[in-house]
């Protein structure tokens, strides 16, 4: 069974910065595509970003509300998904998932900016 | 960005009856390796979503087989065939043919 368990959220000023992780169980993680995804209180769900499998050049592309402020990476030994937020906005705050390509996903992690 | 439009966004449905949720793209989605990467999510309340059906038609492991997908290009449909009351929650269809993928606004599933 895979298993997606983010960490990393909390509390933070405008202008702030988090990292968020993302530890995968249960499947090839060097394999896999991985997703962001993120839900604001009480909307729908918004696609942040994905990185490609090492194997297909671990490429990343976000979408254009978080360019040049998020990061996503991963570090394959540890089977861990990344998030680098930085110059966070009141905007930003939401619950963020990973997951693989919609296939599974994590609890999530709330994350809240603000003052 | 590729729109997804999803309709209704509310459906009040009465146990054992079926429920479609219809959704519509701003464009094709169907990728140059020909696939077309259309899914289907449902979100219970306080609970993360849970993939239902993917490129269009392919039942989720352990998805119940009242719920089907159906469509093609840019016009595609999720029925369940008879509702319980374990499917209440919001339903999206989401795009992972085109960067950045998207999601439908989500359509509301509720019991009569």
């Known amino acids: 069974e895979v298993r997606l368990v983010e960490s990393g959220g909390g509390l933070v000023k405008p202008g702030g910065s988090l990292r968020l992780s993302c530890v995968a169980s249960g499947l090839t993680f060097t394999n896999a595509w991985m997703s962001w995804v993120r839900q604001a209180p009480g909307k729908g769900l918004e696609w942040v970003g994905r990185?490609?499998?090492?194997?297909?050049?671990?490429?990343?592309e976000s979408a254009a509300p978080v360019q040049g402020r998020f990061t996503i990476s991963r570090d394959d030994s540890k089977n861990t998904l990344f998030l680098d937020m930085n110059s966070l906005k009141a905007e930003d705050t939401a619950i963020y998932y990973c997951t693989t390509e919609s296939f599974s996903w994590g609890q999530g992690t709330p994350v809240t900016v603000s003052s | 960005d590729t729109v997804l439009t999803q309709t209704p966004l509310s459906s009040p449905v009465t146990l054992g009856q079926p429920a479609s949720i219809s959704c519509r793209s701003s464009?094709?989605?169907?990728?140059?390796?020909?696939?077309?990467?259309l899914n289907w999510l449902h979100q219970r309340p306080g609970q993360p979503p849970r993939l239902l059906i993917y490129?269009?038609?392919n039942r989720f492991s352990g998805v119940p087989d009242r719920f089907s997908g159906s469509g093609a290009g840019t016009d595609f449909t999720l029925k369940i065939s008879r509702v319980e009351a374990e499917d209440v929650g919001v339903y999206y269809c989401m795009q992972a043919t085109h960067l950045p993928y998207t999601f439908g606004q989500g359509t509301k599933l509720e019991i009569k």
């Open positions: 990185i490609k499998s090492k194997t297909d050049g671990e490429t990343a």
């Open positions: 464009q094709s989605l169907i990728y140059s390796d020909g696939n077309t990467y």
């Open positions: 490129k269009i038609s």
